[in-house]
T-cell receptor, first 116, second 111 residues
């Protein structure tokens, strides 16, 4: 069975600090996708990134970066120079290439509060 | 571009009343469609998914049901609401690349 663990329930930082959100996943399949979503106070989930299991290259998008390490089954998300607008709940998710109908297995989320 | 709509945005219903939440997608064909519920905590619970018209799979046995009468329409229903049905309901669609795109959600309060 698949599982996604986000051990950090809540994180509070001061604006301009860097922050890393941890995500650890479990699956016996060798082909899968990993995702990060952002849920701001408005409630709508916003897709941030998809990474497939064959691509361990780290990715950077502006202040956001993602570190995918298959050896530790982790897909961590770093926000550099955090801003108040980054305050949200962040979800990590997993789906399998085959047999899952694309169903996402979500972690329980990490609530990030960025204070001015 | 693709857009996903949900309505109503908020709903307050008494226990025992029926429910109908609607979700429609524009700009894509034959998407996979999903209904999720997010209760007072933050976890997302997959309720139903559909890979085509009339094809519904249920993930959690409960008093809710779903239907997909058209390719881009997904409806969540209940004949009699329970207090435990309160929550934030999210509809999502996914194409061939597996990422899911979510609608704005419906906040349901059962009183």
């Amino acid at each position: 069975a698949q599982k996604v663990t986000q051990a950090q329930t809540e994180i509070s930082v001061v604006e301009k600090e860097d922050v890393t959100l941890d995500c650890v996943y479990e699956t016996r399949d060798t082909t899968y996708y990993l995702f990060w979503y952002k849920q701001p106070p408005s409630g709508e989930l916003v897709f941030l990134i998809r990474r497939n299991s064959f691509d361990e290259q780290n990715e950077i998008s502006g202040r956001y970066s993602w570190n995918f390490q298959k050896s530790t089954s982790s897909f961590n998300f770093t926000i550099t120079a955090s801003q108040v607008v980054d305050s949200a709940v962040y979800f990590c998710a997993l789906t399998l290439f085959l047999g899952s109908q694309g169903n996402l297995i979500f972690g329980k989320g990490t609530k990030l509060s960025v204070k001015p | 571009s693709q857009t996903i709509h949900q309505w109503p945005a908020t709903l307050v219903q008494p226990v025992g009343s029926p429910l109908s939440l609607e979700c429609t997608v524009e700009g894509t064909s034959n998407p996979n469609l999903y209904w999720y519920r997010q209760a007072a905590g933050r976890g997302l619970q997959l309720l139903f998914y559909s890979v085509g018209i009339g094809q519904i799979s249920s993930e959690v046995p409960q008093n809710l049901s779903a239907s997909r009468p058209q390719d881009r329409q997904f409806i969540l229903s209940s004949k009699k609401l329970l207090l435990s049905d309160s929550g934030f309901y999210l509809c999502a669609w996914a194409g061939l690349t597996y990422e899911q795109y979510f609608g704005p959600g419906t906040r349901l309060t059962v009183t």
